[in-house]
C-alpha cells in the first residue's frame, strides 16, 4: 500500500484547529491508499469553501474551480478520459446550495464520479451563514431569526434522482468513513459520500457531540439491505434522536460512459487530432 | 432586356412549412452547376404559423452577400405577398396558388410583375401528397421559368430521399415536375432571366456559416463539445451531435450553461479539446468561469452567436451588439483573445486556429459570430485543409513528464506561457486552481508573489499580439474613403465596394478578424494614411469605434450602424458611403 | 364569474396548430375564472420556452423573464406582495433543467406560489432537442443516439424537497386540469402541477395518444389519499403502461411567509417609504 | 520628540484570535474621545490560524486613509513580529508577551525600538479568563501608553458586554486595567506619544463602508435584500439581517446568485425596493439578469464589492479590476448607471441615491465598492438624512392607475422613460418582458419598432446625463499635476495631495463617483486645463485610463497603477507624483 506521506502535497492545512476537514482528509487520503489508486491516474476536483481547499493537500491531479461548480468539471475530466479516477469533494453549501442544479442531473446521468460532501451545516468559509442542509431554526448572521426553510435531505434527492451509491459518514467514524469512501470509489457508478463533519467555528448546534449522540450504523440496523430502495427511502428520511450513517442504497446500473460508442476503445485523450480527415463533411456540402 | 445567370427568389411562408429546406435545395440545385448562391432565411420566434422567408440569390460570379432586389417572389401563403409588397414592387414574377392569394387585389399598380398562377393545393391533393410538398413543386415551376435543367433537381431530390424509399423519391420528383411543366405548358412566354448551367465551374460547397465552424472544430481535433440549445448556435450543437460516432466526439447536452463551460474547462483540463457554443444570454452564464479558465490557465473555446439584446431580445435576428460585452466578460484582468470571422471560410478557418490559439497561450478564446452568418449560406470554394497543422503549444508529451522532477504548473516563463501536464502522464502531478497562487499551484503567499504572477500571465499579450494575423485589406490601394469593420459586415461590405467602384468611388476596407488583443499598431496605421474613415456595425453604440478611439485616440466620425435586427443590405452602404462623399 | 373573454389579452397566441400549451392556456383561463381570482391582484411569472409565452395571452399582471428563472422572480414578488396570486408559468426545460436549484429550494421555501410546468418531455422553442423529462433512449437533435440519462421524476422530486402541493394534469382532461390548478391556486404553500403537453411538432413519442393510452386518475385508484406521503411515493414511481394524473401529495404546513414578522401587518409593497428613520443606526456607530 | 494626538498602531494576531473586533474597540475608545480614526483590517483567506492584522491610526484631524508608518505594534503572535520586520524598523514601540517571542531574538539593531514585555497569557490564566481576552490586556496597555482616559474604554467595554451579564463586563474590564496597570507599573517612562481626549471636539461615528451603504439602502427605503454570501460584500448581508425586524424588511439568504438578481427584480417590480450585493463571481452570474431588467425596464439596484481576480482569485483581499466588466456586462446595449464610491460618506449617500436613479430611470444601477472601503473604519460627521427625498420617478400612485385607459408599460415618451405601475394596482395591467417588444410590451411587430424601442431605450441617457452629480474637486486650483481617479483611492489620493503640498508641490484630484456614462464633457475640461494628468487605480490595465481615451481621445502618460490586493499607501502616490515631476 502506498504510504499517506506519498499522498500529501506537503502543504499546511490552513483549516482552524479542530475542523472535522482534518479528519475528512485523513479519511480521503487513507481510501486513496487503501482502493489501490494510482496518484497519477486520480483527478481530486473541488469548488470553494473551507471544504475544497482538500485537494491541496492531496498529491494527485487536481483541479480546484469555482463555487458550486464540481460536478460539471468532473464530467468534463470524465468525458475526456474515462481511465481517470475522478473524485469530487465540495461544501454543502456547494454541492446541496448553488451546485443543485448539477447535483440532481448528476446524478441521473450516473457517470463513475465519487461525490465526496463535507455536510458541516453551514457556510464555513464565508464565516458562518446558513447552508442548505441548516436546520430549521437555526441562527445564523444571515439568517438571525433562524431558517424558516426545512432543510435539503440530500439522501433523499438522491434517492429521487436516481444515484447508484448512496452514503452518509460521521467524519469520528474514520474506519468506518474511509470504506465508505473505498467503496464509493469502487462503485462503478455516481457514488455520493455525505459526511457529517463539524465546523468547530460557526456551528454551535451541529457538534461533534451531537453527531456522536446521533449517529448510528446502517450495518447494525437489523435487516438493514442497501439493496431496497423502499428501506434506503424510510432510513432517509430519519433524523432527530437516531440519525443513520452508512452505506444507504447500492445498485448497479449502465453508466453513461458505458453508453458512449465514442470511448469504447479508448478514451477520447488518448485518440489522435493530428490529422482528422473532414473530406467527407466537405463533401456533404455539394 | 434578357438577364442571364443572376437571380434573388424570395421563397415566403408559413413558419414550419419547410421553407428553409426547399431554399436550400433550390439553392443546391444551382450550386451544383456551377452557379453562386447565398441563401438568407428570416423566421420569427415562433415554431410554426408566423410568416417565415428566405432570399435564394443565384450567380455565375462569386456571391458575398444577400440583396434587396427580388425578381422572383415564391409565395406559399398571403403574407408573402402582403407582407413583402415593397420587393414585388421591383420584382418581375410571382408564383403562387389562386386558392391562397388573389394577387390582383393584393397589388394594384404593380405592372412590371408578371403573376404565375400555380394550382398547387389541387396538384398535392390530386398526386395524394402531403402540403408540405406543394413546395416541390413551385420549385420545379421557378427552375421552369429560368429554363434550368431539371436533371439536377431530380438528382438532388434522389439523394436527399433515397433513405425514405423509392416512392417518397418518385413523388418528390413528380410533384417538381408537375410544377416545372405546369409553367412550360401555360405560361410559354419568356420570363427575360435564363440560368445556365456552368459547365466548366468548379463544383461549390454550400454551406452555413454554422456548419463551416462546426467542421473547423472537429478539423482542430475537438472531441468534446458540451452544450445548452440556443438560437442561434444550437445548430452547431446539432450538427456535432450528427455526427459523433463517425469522428468519435462526444456531444453533452448540459442541464445549463453554467455546466456546459465548466465541463469544457474539466475536458481541456484533461487533455482534449473541448468547447461550447451559445449566445449572449447563456454566455452571460458561463462568464464566471471565463475568468476560472483564466486564473487556472486552461485553455477554452467558446464560440458565441449574436442576436439582438438586451436579454432575450429577438431570438432569431441579427446583431453585432456583444463585442464589448465578450472584451471585457468576467472579473479581473487578463488576456484573452476574441475573434470574429467575416465570412463562411472565416467561420472554417478561425474556428479551427481558435483551437491552436487556446493551447499555445493557455488562455480563453472567444469566437463571436452571429445569426447572419452563423445561419445563412453561401457558397465556397472547397476548404483547404492541407496546411492546417495542430499545434498544442507547451502541452508535454509523457516522455518529458516522466523526467520532470519537482513540476511547477505556473512556472514563470519569458513569454508566460508554462509547461502544461494532463491527468494521467507520470510525473506532471499538480494542482489548477482558481485561486491566486504560487509556481505550484498553492495559494499565493505574498503580495509580491501575485504581482509576479499577475505580469506573468499578462506578459501573454506580448507574445499573442506577435502572433496574430492584421486585418485583411479589401479593394483599391488608395482610396477616399477607408472602411474598417469587423464580423459578418464583410460580404455585404464586399458587395457595397463592388457598386461603389462601378460608380467610380474608391473605397477600400480593412477587416479585423482578430479583435482582441485590439490591432492598434495596424489601425494607427490605416488612420494616418486614409482621407476618411467609416465604420459599419450591426449596432446601437458603436463598439468598434469606441474601441479604436480607445486604442488609438481617433473618433470615428461617419458610423454607418443598424440595429433592427436585420443584416444590412449593400445598398444601405452603399448610401451611407455616397452620404459622405456628397454623390448622393 | 367572470368571463373567459375578460381574461383575454387579445394577443394571437403564437404556438403551433395543435399544440398542447392551447388547452393549458385554456385551463389557466378556466381556472383563474372559478377561483375567483381578481385579475388586478394576480401576477404570472415565466421563463423562455413556447410554454413561457401564455402569460402574453392572460389579462393579468405578468413578468416574462429569462430561461429557467421563473421561482426567483415569483419569489421576489411574493416577498415583495404577499397580498397577490403569483403563479409560475414554465417548460419542462426552463423548471426541471436550467431551473433545477431554484425548483428543489422554492419547494422547500414552502411560499405561496403556484408553479405550473408544460411537460412535453422536449425543448420546443429551440426546435426539439433533449429535455431532462425525455425518456431514456428517445432521440433528438441533440441527442440522435437516444437519451442517455434516467430522466428526472418531478413527482419524487418534489417529494423529496418538501413541496406541500404535488399534482400531475393532462392537457386532454380539462376539466380535471382545470380544478387541479384551481386547488394549486387554493392551496396555501407551494404548488407544483405538472402538466403532460404534447408538442406536436418535435416530440414524436410523447403524443396525446401516448398519453391517452396511459393516463388515469389517482381519484379512481381505490382508497388512494394523498395525505399519504409513503403511497404518494410509490405512485411517483409509476410509469410506462399506466401513468397516474392528479393530486399526488397534499399537506397544510406553515408557508414562508407566515414566519416573516415584517410581514405580519401589510405587505412590504404597501409599508411607506417616504421618510426612513435610521437615528438608531446611526447612534450605533458611536 | 514627544507627539501629540497622532498615534499608527499595529494589531497583529492569528485569524480569529478577534484581532478586528479588539482594534475597533480601541479604535472606538478614540473616536468617542473626539479623535478620528481609521482602522484596517488585512486577514487570509482562512477562518483561524494564519497571520491577521489591523493598524488602528489616530488623529486629531480628520483622517482618510491608513499609512504604512506604525508608531506601535501589539503582537499577539510571533507572525506579527517576524512579518512586519520592516513596520517595526520606524515604530517606537512593541506590546508583546515573551512566551509568545523573543525581540532580541527576532530584531537586531532596532534601536528606535522599545519593547514592552506583557504577560499576557499568565495574566489571563491568573484572571481565569479565555485566551482570546489576551486583546483586552493589549488594549489597556496601548492606552496606558499613550495615557488616554481609561474611562471610555471601561464604558465601551460596559456597553459592548452588557447583554452578556455583569460578569463578562466586569472582567473584561479588569483584563484591560491589568495591562493598562502594568505599564504604568513596569514601564514608568514617557513613550513619547501622548493621546488626550478632545473635550470641544463633535462626536464621531465609526463605520465601514459596507455598514455605510447598508445603512444607505435602509434610508433608501430598501424593503428586500436577496443575496448570496461573498467576501467582501456579506457584511451588508449580516447587517440588514440582524436588523430586519427593527426595519420590517426581508433579507433572503438565496440558493444562488441567479436567484438573488432575480428576486431582486421581482421584488422591484412588484414596487418593493429591492437589491443585491455580491462580488465579481456572483455579479457574474447575475449579468443574464441584468439585461433582464434592462430590456423590462425594472429598476434594479446591485451592489459589487471588489476584490482582486481573475476568478477566485484573492478573496480577502482589495482591487479596482472589475470597472469595464461592470460597464460592458450582458449582451446587448442598454443604458445603465455605475457609482463608484470613493469614501465611507460616499458608500451612504450613493447607495442611497442609486435607490432613486433606478427608480427615476427605470434602469440598473450598478454601485462598485471593494474590499478597502467595504471592510475599512473610519470617522465620518454625522450622516445628513434631513434632505434625502424619495424619488419614484414615474410610478403611478393608485389614484392616477385607476384612470388609466388603454395603459401601455413600454409607452414612446419624449425622456425615454415611460410611467410605471405596480401589480395590484387597478388599471396598469401589463406584461413585463425580457424580448423586444412595442409600447404594450407584446412581441415586437415590426423591424422598425424594435429601433423604435431601442432608441427609446438609448434616449434616457441623455436624461441620466443631464441629471448626474458632476465629478468633485479637490486641491488646488490651479495645479501643475491633475489626479484623476475614481473610487476607494480617494482617501488615500486626499492624504497624498497634503503630504505634497506640505512640500509645495501642487497637485488637485478630481474624484469621479458617478462613472458610467462617462462624464466625458468635465474631463475633457479638466484635461484642457490641466498641464500634467496622473490616473490612480489599483488595477493592472489603467481602466479609467482606458476610460478617458476612449471617451476624450487623449492617452493618459502617467498611470499609478498597484495591484498585488493591497490598497495603495499615501506615500506611494506622494513618490509617484515626485517622480514625474522630478522632485524625487
Ligand atoms: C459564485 C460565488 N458565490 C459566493 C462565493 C463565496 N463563497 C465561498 S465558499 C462559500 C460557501 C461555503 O460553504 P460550503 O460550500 O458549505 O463550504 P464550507 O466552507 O462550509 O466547507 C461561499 C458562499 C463564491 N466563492 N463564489
Ligand atoms: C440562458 C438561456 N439558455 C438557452 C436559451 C434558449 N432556450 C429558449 S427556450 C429553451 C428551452 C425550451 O424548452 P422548455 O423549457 O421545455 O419549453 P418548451 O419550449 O418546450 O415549452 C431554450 C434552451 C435561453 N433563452 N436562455
Ligand atoms: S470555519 Fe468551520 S469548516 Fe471552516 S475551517 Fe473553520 S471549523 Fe472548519
Ligand atoms: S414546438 Fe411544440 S411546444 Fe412549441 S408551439 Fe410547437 S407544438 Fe407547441
Ligand atoms: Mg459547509
Ligand atoms: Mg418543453
Redesign the interface.
Known amino acids: 500500500m502506498i504510504s499517506l506521506k506519498e499522498i500529501a502535497?506537503g502543504?499546511k492545512p490552513?483549516?482552524?484547529?479542530g475542523c472535522g476537514d482534518y479528519g475528512i482528509l485523513n479519511a480521503v487520503k487513507i481510501a486513496i491508499a487503501k482502493a489501490g489508486l494510482n496518484?497519477?491516474?486520480?483527478?481530486l476536483?473541488s469548488g470553494?469553501g473551507?471544504s475544497s481547499k482538500l485537494?491541496?493537500y492531496v498529491?494527485?491531479?487536481?483541479?480546484?474551480?469555482?463555487?458550486?461548480?464540481v460536478?460539471?468539471?468532473?464530467?468534463?475530466?470524465?468525458?475526456?478520459?474515462n481511465?481517470?479516477t475522478v473524485i469530487g469533494i465540495a461544501g454543502d453549501g456547494d454541492a446541496y446550495?448553488?451546485?443543485?442544479?448539477?447535483f440532481?442531473?448528476g446524478m441521473?446521468?450516473?457517470l463513475d464520479l465519487t461525490n465526496i460532501v463535507h455536510d458541516n451545516q453551514i457556510?464555513?468559509?464565508?464565516?458562518g451563514?446558513?447552508s442548505?442542509t441548516s436546520e430549521k431554526g437555526f441562527a445564523t448572521?444571515?439568517?438571525?431569526?433562524g431558517v424558516?426553510?426545512?432543510?435539503?435531505?440530500p439522501i433523499?434527492?438522491a434517492?429521487?434522482?436516481?444515484a447508484t451509491f448512496i452514503a452518509r459518514g460521521f467524519v469520528l467514524e474514520l474506519e468506518h468513513l474511509t470504506n465508505l469512501i473505498v467503496k464509493g470509489i469502487r462503485h462503478k457508478g455516481f457514488a455520493l459520500i455525505d459526511i457529517f463533519q463539524p465546523c468547530v467555528?460557526?456551528n454551535y448546534l451541529n457538534t461533534y457531540q451531537y453527531y456522536k449522540q446521533r449517529c448510528y450504523k446502517l450495518e447494525d440496523a437489523p435487516g438493514y439491505n442497501p439493496q431496497d430502495k423502499t428501506a434506503a427511502?424510510h432510513k432517509s428520511q430519519e433524523w432527530g434522536e437516531r440519525i443513520p450513517i452508512g452505506v444507504f442504497y447500492q445498485e448497479q446500473k449502465g453508466t453513461?460512459e458505458d453508453?458512449?460508442?465514442?470511448?469504447k476503445e479508448k478514451p477520447?485523450?488518448e485518440?489522435s487530432?493530428?490529422?482528422?480527415n473532414?473530406d467527407?463533411?466537405?463533401d456533404e456540402?455539394? | 432586356m434578357a438577364i442571364l445567370n443572376q437571380i434573388n427568389i424570395l421563397m415566403g411562408g408559413e413558419a414550419g412549412q419547410g421553407i428553409i429546406i426547399s431554399s436550400l435545395t433550390l439553392a443546391k440545385t444551382f450550386s451544383r452547376g456551377g452557379l453562386y448562391t447565398f441563401v438568407l432565411n428570416e423566421y420569427p420566434k415562433t415554431i410554426r404559423g408566423l410568416h417565415n422567408w428566405c432570399s435564394i440569390r443565384v450567380n455565375a460570379n462569386p456571391l458575398t452577400s444577400h440583396t434587396h432586389q427580388i425578381d422572383l417572389v415564391i409565395a406559399l401563403n398571403k403574407d408573402t405577398v402582403s407582407l413583402h409588397q415593397e420587393e414585388l414592387k421591383t420584382a418581375r414574377g410571382l408564383i403562387y396558388d389562386p386558392k391562397d392569394l388573389n394577387p390582383a387585389e393584393l397589388l394594384k399598380g404593380y405592372d412590371q410583375l408578371k403573376t404565375y398562377a400555380v394550382p398547387l393545393n389541387r396538384m398535392i391533393k390530386s398526386l395524394k401528397a402531403e402540403s408540405q410538398m406543394r413546395n416541390s413543386i413551385t420549385i420545379g415551376a421557378a427552375l421552369s421559368l429560368v429554363k434550368y435543367d431539371f436533371g439536377i433537381l431530380a438528382d438532388l431530390l434522389r439523394e436527399m430521399f433515397q433513405r425514405k424509399g423509392d416512392a417518397i423519391v418518385q413523388s418528390n420528383i413528380d410533384l417538381a415536375h408537375t410544377g416545372y411543366q405546369h409553367i412550360q405548358e401555360h405560361y410559354p412566354e419568356d420570363f427575360g432571366i435564363t440560368i445556365e448551367k456552368q459547365t466548366n465551374a468548379p463544383p461549390l460547397m454550400l454551406l452555413s456559416g454554422n456548419e463551416a465552424a462546426a467542421m473547423g472544430a472537429i478539423r482542430a481535433g475537438v472531441k468534446l463539445l458540451a452544450a445548452y440549445p440556443m438560437t442561434p448556435t444550437s445548430s452547431i450543437i446539432h450538427y456535432l451531435a450528427a455526427r459523433q460516432e463517425k469522428y468519435n466526439l462526444v456531444v453533452k447536452h448540459t442541464e445549463d450553461e453554467i455546466a456546459a463551460v465548466n465541463m469544457a474547462i474539466g475536458g481541456n483540463f484533461a487533455g482534449v479539446r473541448s468547447f461550447a457554443c451559445t449566445s449572449g444570454g447563456g454566455f452571460a452564464l458561463m462568464t464566471e468561469a471565463l475568468g476560472l479558465a483564466a486564473q487556472s490557465e486552461t485553455p477554452l473555446v467558446l464560440f458565441v452567436g449574436q442576436r439582438p439584446g438586451p436579454s432575450t431580445g429577438q431570438p432569431t435576428h441579427t446583431s453585432q451588439g456583444d463585442l464589448r460585452c465578450l472584451i471585457h466578460a468576467s472579473q479581473g484582468e487578463f488576456p484573452r483573445i476574441v475573434i470574429v470571422p467575416g465570412d463562411h471560410a472565416d467561420c472554417f478557418y478561425e474556428t479551427w486556429q481558435a483551437f491552436n490559439l487556446a493551447e499555445r497561450f493557455q488562455v480563453p478564446v472567444l469566437v463571436l459570430s452571429d445569426k447572419y452568418l452563423g445561419e445563412s449560406y453561401c457558397c465556397s470554394p472547397r476548404f483547404d485543409t492541407a496546411k492546417m497543422k495542430i499545434d498544442r503549444g507547451k502541452l508535454l508529451p509523457e516522455a518529458e513528464t516522466e523526467k520532470l522532477q519537482d513540476y511547477r504548473r505556473y512556472q514563470i516563463t519569458a513569454d508566460g506561457i508554462s509547461p502544461r501536464t494532463i491527468p494521467g502522464q507520470k510525473g506532471g502531478r499538480h494542482i489548477a486552481t482558481s485561486y491566486e497562487h504560487d509556481e505550484k499551484g498553492f495559494y499565493a503567499d505574498s503580495f509580491c508573489g501575485v504581482t509576479k504572477m499577475a505580469d506573468k500571465r499578462a506578459k501573454k499579450l506580448a507574445a499573442i499580439e506577435a502572433s496574430l494575423p492584421q486585418p485583411k485589406e479589401f479593394g483599391a490601394k488608395q482610396a477616399d474613403i477607408t472602411i474598417i469593420a469587423w464580423g459578418s459586415t464583410k460580404g455585404v461590405i464586399l458587395e457595397a465596394l463592388d457598386l461603389l467602384a462601378a460608380e467610380g468611388i474608391k473605397v477600400n476596407y480593412h477587416q479585423i478578424v482578430y479583435i482582441w488583443p485590439f490591432p492598434a499598431k495596424y489601425v494607427q496605421a490605416v488612420l494616418r494614411s486614409a482621407p476618411q474613415i467609416v465604420t459599419v456595425e450591426n449596432n446601437q453604440t458603436a463598439q468598434l469605434a469606441g474601441l479604436i478611439r480607445e486604442h488609438t485616440g481617433f473618433e470615428v466620425k461617419h458610423r454607418c450602424l443598424k440595429y433592427d435586427g436585420q443584416p444590412f443590405y449593400p445598398r444601405e452602404i452603399h448610401s451611407f458611403i455616397k452620404g459622405i462623399t456628397g454623390h448622393d
Chains 1, 3 share one sequence.
Open positions: 502535497t502543504n490552513t483549516w482552524c484547529p496518484l497519477e491516474k486520480t483527478v476536483v470553494i473551507c485537494p491541496q498529491n494527485t491531479y487536481a483541479f480546484e474551480g469555482i463555487h458550486g461548480r460536478l460539471p468539471v468532473a464530467t468534463g475530466i470524465k468525458l475526456a478520459n481511465s481517470l446550495g448553488i451546485g443543485t442544479c448539477h440532481i442531473h441521473r446521468r450516473n457556510y464555513g468559509l464565508t464565516t451563514q446558513t442548505p448572521k444571515s439568517t438571525p431569526g424558516i426553510e426545512w432543510p435539503v435531505n433523499a434527492l434517492l429521487a434522482s436516481g467555528t460557526f427511502h453513461y453508453e458512449l460508442p465514442e470511448i477520447l485523450a485518440q487530432i493530428t490529422d482528422v473532414i467527407r463533411l466537405l456540402c455539394y
